[in-house]
């Protein structure tokens, strides 16, 4: 699958999550590249930055957190498009959930892995 074509399937899954849901994120940019940094291969998103849970009164003057959705590993562990876009769907849903403080166990508690 392209680049081109995996970032429109992030920006659809973007498009998915619940309008009320973005207004309320703060200072936080989401990316797509190619491959995770060295030493996590199969890593298909991270983010990066204060969790608005973490955030207190001397929060500012900070760059912008990240959200990155890594294309190739998502790539590798899908055998069609229409896994691609489940997988991508919930690898967006899971990184914005940490923006708003939610970790891995409770998120796997939820199903969003």
């Known amino acids: 699958m392209s680049r081109e074509r995996f970032e429109e399937l992030v920006s ?4 998915e999550v619940p309008e009320e849901l973005l207004g ?11 491959d995770p940094p ?3 291969p199969h890593l298909l998103g991270v983010y990066e930055g204060y ?4 955030r207190g009164w ?3 003057g900070v760059l912008p957190d990240r959200i990155t959705i890594f294309r190739n590993p998502t790539l590798r562990v899908c055998d069609t498009e229409d896994d691609v876009v489940d997988e991508v769907a919930i690898t967006v849903v899971h990184e914005i959930a940490h923006h708003f403080g939610i970790d891995d166990e409770r998120l796997h508690e939820l199903g969003w892995g």
Do not use: F, H, P, Q
């Open 24 to 34: 309320l994120m703060s200072n936080v940019v989401i990316l797509v590249e190619d």
């Open 12 to 15: 659809e899954a973007l498009d």
């Open 58 to 60: 001397d929060y500012g």
């Open 51 to 54: 969790a608005l849970t973490r």
């Open 38 to 40: 060295r030493g996590d």
